[in-house]
């Protein structure tokens, strides 16, 4: 990593955890802060290797690799704090209506998900590709790590912009999926989540998070289709390692075609993933100087959506 994109996205994450601490202290909420402490530790401890790594015996591979790690483990558990605190501020579900979007495209999910049903094999076949996510995006640190170390940064900052795209849009129109609106087949079927998990994000809309832990934090995220942002990120930021880029591609076009079944998306949050992606790409590339700006200004991007929700429903 460069050491302005570096201090890019450090300001980030300490911009992320002031927001969470700001919400959290007008908010009915509670952490649990010895998960959160484990998390910030193993983040404070792979970026002093990075530093190492950095500083005392360079090595770019080393060093990108453990940066990119770290904040990662740092990013994603504000994010999701984020999320979850912002529940009892957020707009109307919009769930019938982007079932009803998918309706006039010609998609029928309950319809859908009763084929699938009948190719269990092929379902399971959707359920390993669709929870492949987080792995691909802890491997394609890596790899980029040793093909191209500069590029970790901004594929760090992508992933991170995208995250906080999506919840700004999910805070003033919330939505889980089409698991949420319609029931299940009759069939058994083996899903990455189901009509469980989609009552459960339900009943926290209406009752609030209580107890926020990263350990048993859910994707509260309907639309747009974070996992399909991912798939985008992760195969556009193969697009130039030469051995992976086809099998990248390929596979991560699975991983959208699964997400409506194995995740419970409407259609339309996975078409989302497209402006989100090229925003967030768009964004990542900006001056590292004018970014770092922008992330420091204390009344833009998500402090301003806080603000302007804490203002409206506290």
């Known amino acids: 990593m460069t050491v302005t994109l570096q201090r890019t996205i450090l300001a980030l994450v300490a911009g992320l ?33 990075a530093q190492f790594y950095q500083r005392v015996r360079p090595d770019p591979r080393l060093a990108a690799m453990l940066s990119g790690t770290a904040f990662l483990c740092a990013f994603s558990p504000l994010a999701s704090i984020l999320n979850y605190l912002l529940l009892p501020h957020t707009g109307l579900r919009i769930d019938s209506a982007l079932a009803a979007a ?33 792995p691909q995006v802890a491997l394609l640190t890596v790899v980029l790590a040793s093909v191209a170390p500069e590029r970790v940064a901004r594929f760090c900052l992508a992933v991170a912009l995208s995250a906080l795209i999506c919840i700004a849009i999910w805070a003033f129109v919330p939505s889980f999926g089409a698991f949420s609106v319609y029931p299940l087949p009759d069939a058994p079927m083996t899903l990455a989540l189901d009509s469980t998990y989609a009552e459960d994000l339900v009943r926290l809309l209406r009752e609030g998070p209580g107890l926020i832990s990263p350990r048993d934090a859910k994707g509260l995220i309907g639309f747009p289709s974070y996992h399909a942002v991912l798939a985008l990120l992760v195969a556009w930021h193969l697009r130039d390692v030469r ?23 409407h259609l339309v949050d996975v078409l989302a993933a497209l402006p989100v992606t090229v925003l967030a790409l768009f964004l990542a590339r900006m001056p590292a100087a004018k970014m770092t700006g922008m992330v420091n200004r204390p009344s833009t991007g998500a402090e301003t959506l806080a603000a302007a929700l804490v203002t409206r429903k506290v």
Not at 21 to 49: F, I, K, Y
């Open 102 to 134: 998918d309706r006039a495209m010609g998609f029928d999910w309950p319809q859908a998900m009763r084929w699938m049903a009948r190719h269990p094999r092929l379902n399971i076949a959707a359920l390993w590709i669709y929870s492949s996510m987080l």
């Open 243 to 265: 051995f992976l880029r086809g099998p990248a591609a390929i596979f991560n076009l699975a991983v959208i075609a699964a997400t409506p079944i194995q995740g419970g998306h």
């Open 17 to 49: 955890a002031m927001l969470d601490g700001v919400l959290l202290a007008v908010s009915h909420s509670r952490l649990d802060v010895p998960a959160c402490l484990e998390l910030g530790l193993l983040a404070a401890a792979l970026m002093t290797g």
